[in-house]
Every structure is written in C-alpha cells, then in structure tokens.
C-alpha cells in the first residue's frame, strides 16, 4: 500500500463524506461514520451508517462495504451477503475494478453511494432500478447468460473457456460462427474475460459447471 | 432548503425593487397583476417591512435541530436585563456566575448606500441582524445589547448546563454564518453589492471568572458581567477575518467537539497576556462548516451544500434517484436458505 497516496485518498473521501472518520488496526485501515444520500435534485433522502474496509493492497482490491445501522432488512434479497457485507455488484465487476486499480473515491462514487440510493429506490418501489443479479452461483451463471447472450449453461461454460485461453484478433471471423467480425460480435464480451483474474475465472467455471451438474440432476 | 429563507425574500425584495441606480426608487407602479416584462415593481417599504417583519419565523427543521439539542429559549427578553440575573437590579448585590458572551458584527453594510437609499439601508440591515437575534434566541441566547449593526449576545444562565450551552452558541452563529456566507452573498453579488460578511468573537467565563452587576442607575442600566472573557470575546471578534468566528481556550476546552475545528489565530496567538502569572490566554479561529458538515442533524451533499435534515425524511420522487444510482446492479454472494 503506497501510504502517500492512499493518505490523499483517504483525506479527498473524508473532505467529501465529513462524517465519516479514518479507523486504523493493525495492519488495515477502515473508513467509519454517516452518509448522507440526495436526489438528483439536491433532496436530501435518508443517512446510512457505514463501514468501509480498504484493501491491504490497495488500491489494487476491491473494498468491503458495511452497512451499520440496520436501515433495511439484511438479508440476500436486498443484497447483503451471509458475511454481513453489501454486494454492491456482480463479483466479476468487482474482480475487475480490483484488477485495474479503484480509488476510494469511486469506490464512494459508483457504489456506495448508487448502492444506498438503490435501496431507497427499491424500498419506495419494491424493484431495483436497474435490476439486480440472482443469488451465489444462479448470479454468476446470469452474468454470463447476458454477457454472451447464451441461454444454456453449457455453452456459457463453453465460451468462458475460449474466451479466457484464446487470443482473438479484431478483423477475424467471430469464432461463435456468427460470419460477423470479431469486434463486431464477440469483442466486448472477450474485453471483459481478459479484464478478469484467473482465480476468478475459476471460480466462475467451476461454479458454473456445478450449476451445469445440479441441472442435469434435476433433469433426470 | 435554506432555513433562512423569509429573511432572505424581505432582503431579495429590497435589493430587487428599490435600486437607485436602475430609477426603480421611484417607481410606483403597482405589481399587482402585471407580469410583462414592461412590469416595474413599486418600491418595498418600510411599511411593507413592518408587515412581512412581523410574520418572520425559521423553517420547522431549525426549530426542530434546536429542540433536539435541547435548546431553551428564555421567554420575556428584554435588552440589558438577563432574566436569571433581574434580581440584581435596584440592589448593590453581586453575584458570580458563569455565561458565554459572544460579538457579532455585521460588516460592510455601508457599501449598500452606494446603491440604496437610507431606508433600504435600514430593512436590509435590520433583516440580517433580526435573523441574528431571531437564530440565537432560538438556541438559548440572550440579547445583551444591539451595537450598530452589530449584536452582544449571551449563552447561558442558571441551571444551564455549560458544555450543551457552548455547542448550542455554537451551532446558532455557525448556521448564522453560513447563510450569510453563502445564500446571502449570492443574493448581493447579483446586485453587485460588494461583500457584507459578519466577524464573531466569542468567549467562556467560569463561574468564579464572571461577576453580575448593574451598570449605570436607574432607568440608564442594565445588568451586565464583568468579566476577563467578555472583554476578550469583542476583542477577539477583531481579528476575525470575513465571516469567522474567533473562539477563547476555553471554548475549546470546554465545546466537546473535535480538536480538529480549531485552529490557532496566527496573527496574534494570545489575545491576553499576563507574564506575571504565567496567564498566556488562546485565541483560536472555529471552523463553523466543519462543525455544521458533522452535525448528526444537517446532511452535506457531495457538493458541499448542507441541508437541515427535516423532522421526517421523505422521498418525494423516486424517478429522481436513477440519475444517482447510475448502473448500479447489486448481486448477493450466497442464496437465502
């Protein structure tokens, strides 16, 4: 952790969200306090008390948030895990901002903040505003059934394997037999595969191939 | 929303009808019903002053904040004569007991007249030091004397405790400054009036550090303290620079709030000396919005701007958060069992 930087860091947050306040331990580094959540309009909605963990090698990991002061229902439906943390979005994102680097700052800016707003926003209109992901290894499948806009496990599984062991180049013919280029089909989703961690990848195969197994259980 | 607000509109109305340089002080055509842009508003009067004055109050979330820090107003006030302390009056009796006195001056009034005559001056002056005494009355103080533009206030008084009285005098002129830092500033520089900002000094003196007595005789009297800290607080008050608060160690000391708020006043670190005794006295400048962005009762946005949370939130349009939320997607790690 490169301490000048993440002191600058950590100080832009605290300017921004006065009522949070730097907690150290040891060896890690938590941000604690209130939050104030507006409407676009400049409305003042709700405050949340929350606890912010930041990686030890940030900023090259994904933070950890904490919602403290039980203003919504912690359970998976609304997005809490069982280890109490919040989920602000899908793990592969997460993998990915980790991988490119986040600053404490966007992480405040693109999640916390549209993450408590999403609750008021799902508590005034019982759904989320941009949907939300299923649960454990369902999610992960839905990840990938939108990302190579696939219906069958199978062939999620079959592309995530390509996709993460293959070099593809720009002007080729998609691989998917589509007869379109390759940046004109499948670039986007191959982007992101190559943006993830390979522990992640694994993860995600091996959790799909279990969903694959439990399917075909229940099939017969 | 700004909690200032109908002192704000008497000031706007003011400043937007009776601007010399523009002949609108003249004009005597009637607002009503006319909307055109040809439409000149007559001028705002002193009489329209005495009526919109009388119906002056604060938004329901300043009340609210004041009731929460459990801030008494005194009741029956009147000018010279602490209530706790009118049964010295008409007696030589003496009597030792602790308060706050805290100086506010309004600065910069006079650039007004470059622009408006003397009774504009007068509402427009007048307005801002009625939110003053109106704002600090709300949180327990007790108007000591008007000076000019200006005010002596004291916070405090029997059976007060003197830690909340602090953060209650705290908090009065800290909301104080910052509407006339931002909401009435903004008024005045789109009618290119140069800056009228206020300069606070406000100091703590013990109870065996302030004595009560009466000034003068008679009918030309008043009950006032005698006090070291009185005295610093309208000196400190000096060296506040525009729209400060300057605060005496013992504020600090004695405030309960993060060390953090105070910083020393580099100019001139002690504002009383007494190298006999080894009495160096500290005079800090307060950082008012950091207190105000802090306070578990007023939420800043991420663009600095503090609102009073109201008594009940609402959400008064969900569609308004989408722009806020972005693409956020929330996904849970494990399924409910």
Same mark, same amino acid.
């Given at each position: 952790? +490169?301490?000048?930087?993440?002191?600058k860091?950590?100080?832009?947050?605290?300017?921004?969200?006065?009522?949070?306040?730097?907690?150290?331990?040891?060896?890690?580094?938590?941000?604690?306090?209130?939050?104030?959540?507006?409407?676009?309009?400049?409305?003042?909605?709700?405050?949340?008390?929350i606890?912010?963990? %930041?990686?030890?090698?940030?900023?090259?990991?994904?933070?950890?948030?904490?919602?403290?002061? +039980?203003?919504?229902?912690?359970?998976?439906?609304?997005?809490?895990?069982?280890?109490?943390?919040?989920?602000?979005?899908?793990? +592969?994102?997460?993998?990915?901002?980790?991988?490119?680097?986040?600053?404490?700052?966007?992480?405040?800016?693109?999640?916390?903040?549209?993450?408590?707003?999403?609750q008021?926003?799902?508590?005034?209109?019982?759904?989320?505003?941009?949907?939300?992901?299923?649960?454990?290894?369902?999610?992960?499948?839905?990840?990938?059934?939108?990302?190579?806009?696939?219906?069958r %496990?199978?062939?999620?599984i079959?592309?995530?394997?390509f996709?993460?062991?293959?070099?593809?180049?720009?002007?080729?013919?998609?691989?998917?037999?589509?007869?379109?280029?390759?940046?004109?089909?499948?670039?986007?989703?191959?982007?992101?595969?190559?943006?993830?961690?390979?522990?992640?990848?694994?993860?995600?195969?091996?959790?799909?191939? +279990?969903?694959?197994k439990?399917?075909?259980?229940?099939?017969? | 929303?700004?909690?200032? *607000?109908?002192?704000?509109?008497?000031?706007?109305?003011?400043?937007?009808?009776?601007?010399?340089?523009?002949?609108?002080?003249?004009?005597?055509?009637?607002?009503?019903?006319?909307?055109?842009?040809?439409?000149?508003?007559?001028?705002?009067?002193?009489?329209?002053?005495?009526a919109?004055? #009388?119906?002056?109050?604060?938004?329901?979330?300043?009340?609210?904040?004041?009731?929460?820090?459990?801030?008494?107003?005194?009741?029956?006030?009147?000018?010279?004569?602490?209530?706790?302390?009118?049964?010295?009056?008409?007696?030589?009796?003496?009597?030792?007991?602790?308060?706050?006195?805290?100086?506010?001056?309004?600065?910069?009034?006079?650039?007004?007249?470059?622009?408006?005559?003397?009774?504009?001056?007068?509402?427009?002056?007048?307005?801002?030091?009625?939110?003053a005494?109106n704002?600090?009355?709300?949180?327990?103080?007790?108007?000591q004397?008007?000076?000019?533009?200006?005010?002596?206030?004291?916070?405090?008084?029997?059976?007060?405790?003197?830690?909340?009285?602090?953060?209650?005098?705290?908090?009065?002129?800290?909301? *104080?400054?910052?509407?006339?830092?931002?909401?009435?500033?903004?008024?005045?520089?789109?009618?290119?009036?140069?800056?009228?900002?206020?300069?606070?000094?406000?100091?703590?003196?013990?109870?065996?550090?302030?004595l009560?007595?009466?000034?003068?005789?008679? &009918?030309?009297?008043?009950?006032?303290?005698?006090?070291?800290?009185?005295?610093?607080?309208?000196?400190?008050?000096?060296?506040?620079?525009? &729209?400060?608060?300057?605060?005496?160690?013992?504020?600090?000391?004695? #405030?309960?709030?993060?060390?953090?708020?105070?910083?020393?006043?580099?100019?001139?670190?002690y504002?009383?000396?007494?190298?006999?005794?080894?009495?160096?006295?500290?005079?800090?400048?307060?950082?008012?919005?950091?207190?105000?962005?802090?306070?578990?009762?007023? #939420?800043?946005?991420?663009?600095?701007?503090?609102?009073?949370?109201?008594?009940? #939130?609402?959400?008064?349009?969900?569609?308004?958060?989408?722009?806020?939320?972005?693409?956020?997607?929330?996904?849970?790690?494990?399924?409910?069992?």
């Open positions: 952790m +490169q301490n000048s930087k993440i002191n860091d950590i100080a832009q947050v605290l300017d921004c969200y006065p009522k949070l306040a730097l907690v150290k331990k040891k060896n890690s580094k938590c941000l604690i306090g209130d939050i104030d959540v507006f409407d676009s309009k400049g409305t003042y909605l709700d405050s949340y008390g606890r912010v963990n %930041i990686p030890v090698n940030y900023p090259y990991s994904f933070p950890e948030l904490f919602e403290t002061s +039980q203003k919504f229902p912690h359970i998976a439906d609304r997005h809490i895990s069982d280890d109490g943390s919040c989920c602000v979005c899908s793990l +592969q994102e997460a993998d990915m901002m980790g991988q490119k680097g986040i600053s404490i700052i966007d992480y405040f800016r693109l999640y916390v903040i549209p993450y408590l707003a999403n008021i926003y799902f508590d005034h209109t019982g759904k989320w505003a941009n949907g939300d992901y299923e649960h454990g290894i369902y999610g992960i499948f839905q990840f990938y059934r939108e990302l190579f806009k696939v219906e %496990i199978e062939e999620a079959e592309l995530l394997s996709l993460s062991t293959n070099k593809m180049n720009r002007n080729d013919l998609c691989f998917c037999e589509s007869g379109l280029k390759f940046k004109r089909c499948h670039l986007e989703a191959y982007r992101k595969i190559k943006g993830f961690t390979p522990k992640r990848i694994l993860v995600d195969l091996t959790a799909l191939k +279990q969903l694959e439990e399917d075909k259980g229940t099939m017969q | 929303m700004n909690p200032f *607000f109908e002192y704000q509109n008497i000031i706007e109305k003011a400043l937007n009808r009776n601007d010399i340089s523009k002949g609108m002080n003249e004009s005597f055509k009637d607002a009503a019903g006319l909307n055109g842009p040809a439409s000149v508003l007559r001028k705002y009067t002193f009489s329209d002053y005495r919109n004055r #009388a119906e002056l109050s604060f938004s329901s979330d300043l009340v609210g904040i004041a009731n929460k820090m459990g801030a008494v107003p005194f009741s029956n006030q009147t000018i010279g004569h602490h209530p706790d302390f009118s049964h010295l009056k008409n007696t030589g009796n003496i009597e030792k007991h602790y308060i706050i006195s805290a100086f506010i001056d309004i600065k910069g009034s006079t650039n007004l007249f470059k622009k408006y005559d003397e009774e504009t001056n007068m509402i427009i002056t007048n307005t801002i030091q009625l939110a005494i704002v600090c009355q709300l949180f327990g103080g007790f108007i004397r008007i000076q000019g533009d200006g005010l002596f206030v004291y916070f405090g008084g029997k059976n007060r405790d003197k830690n909340q009285v602090i953060q209650h005098c705290l908090t009065a002129l800290s909301l *104080f400054s910052y509407f006339v830092k931002n909401d009435l500033k903004r008024a005045f520089e789109q009618h290119g009036i140069e800056k009228i900002y206020t300069r606070i000094g406000i100091d703590f003196g013990g109870d065996d550090k302030v009560w007595a009466v000034a003068g005789k008679g &009918n030309t009297s008043e009950i006032t303290t005698y006090s070291l800290h009185t005295s610093l607080a309208a000196k400190m008050q000096a060296y506040a620079g525009s &729209n400060e608060i300057v605060v005496g160690q013992n504020i600090k000391d004695k #405030a309960n709030v993060e060390d953090s708020l105070f910083s020393v006043v580099e100019d001139k670190r504002i009383f000396t007494d190298p006999d005794q080894g009495f160096y006295y500290t005079q800090y400048k307060f950082n008012w919005l950091k207190l105000l962005r802090t306070s578990q009762y007023i #939420a800043t946005s991420t663009t600095g701007e503090i609102t009073i949370k109201p008594q009940v #939130a609402a959400v008064p349009n969900p569609e308004l958060l989408k722009q806020v939320i972005g693409e956020n997607r929330p996904y849970a790690k494990f399924k409910d069992k």
